[in-house]
């Protein structure tokens, strides 16, 4: 079926090649994630200098640290000697440098090479030359991102111009104090699907009904189909004997002081190309952070995120937090569900979006713009 033939009704997806073929998940590493700003780390887990974590970015493993003035740096984890992996745990921390365990080549936490092997014997290496390679950094809403692009494009456009355009102004969500919230839970999630499926899935509510029992029960308008993001500002009100955002509707915690009036029992979430969902309500943000590590494997990490006295104090979080891993694997199972089916003859050409998905095409042209490719007949 051509996208010609189809009903007005109904509009065509990828192909099930762009959630399968190794070939193009290269190209959006590529194109993607080593070319646009990528979110890799809460700042509070670099917890002083010395901290690091170690992230894959596209094909590259990054080094993410905090110096002695407290900025963040980000390297490639390359040692510039001989090409060994600088750092293989996940993440720790170190006194005052990073050694190579192959040859000792030595690079202090601003990637400035400071000790080798007879290193006072080659005068002409120079020590910043020959430093790690840098990669640019930026901090917002307590997380670290980077880009790997050598010229990267403006976090304020890519990164910050999507959260107004779904808010419809940067002041929306600032109200929510993201940087000075703290981490409730954490759950990492496995997830054996193509990254698009999870963003799409994310994307639209036409599912919800289906699979989201305690979700539409807490959002009554999910059960009509229609997505939070669907116009600008739009945040889903709460039910009306919903007294918070919790897997049986009971009283939530601490409400964030900044959080508008008209933000009150209102559920907003935020798409943020390539790899972030936000997810907004009074007394808690859920912030989750994909990482794509194959055509059919992404890793999904999810941080729920309250007031600091709220976790301080020990109060109970479960009925918070379990309302969306509960979502969360819904949604992920489906996306599992829908992974095997991609390769299907049925599914060369894709399959169609309706009206109230229609706005993932959207997503789909962008995918298309990105890697330079020709859009489906």
Known sequence: MTSTSLPDSLIATLPGSYYTDPGIFAQEQEHIFEAMWFCVARSC??????????VDVGRESILV????????RAFFNVCRHRGAKLCTEESGEVKRAFQCPYHAWTYDLTGKLVAAPNLTKMPDVGRTEYGLANVATREWLGYVWVCLAETPPSFEEQIVGEVVARLGDVESIERYDMESLEVGRRIVYDVKANWKLIIENFMECYHC????????????????????????????????????FTVDGSEGLDR???????QDRRYYAITVPPQVFINLVPDHVIFHRMYPVAVD?????????????????GRDLSRSVELFDRVNRQDFDACERCQPAMSSRLYAKGGVLVPSEHHIGAFHDWIHERLGTRQPE
């Open 256 to 262: 964030i002081p900044g959080v508008a009036e008209d």
């Open 65 to 72: 640290t905090r110096a002695r003035d407290n900025s963040v």
């Open 209 to 244: 009904a289906t699979i989201h029992p305690e979700l539409t029960e807490v959002l009554p308008e999910f059960a009509d189909g229609y997505a939070a993001q669907y116009y600008v500002g739009h945040g889903v009100e709460f039910g009306a004997d919903i007294k918070g």
């Open 297 to 313: 494997r992404t890793i999904v990490e999810c941080d729920w995120l309250y007031l600091r006295d709220v976790v301080d104090s």
């Open 45 to 54: 887990d670099l917890t002083g200098p010395g901290a690091f974590k170690t």
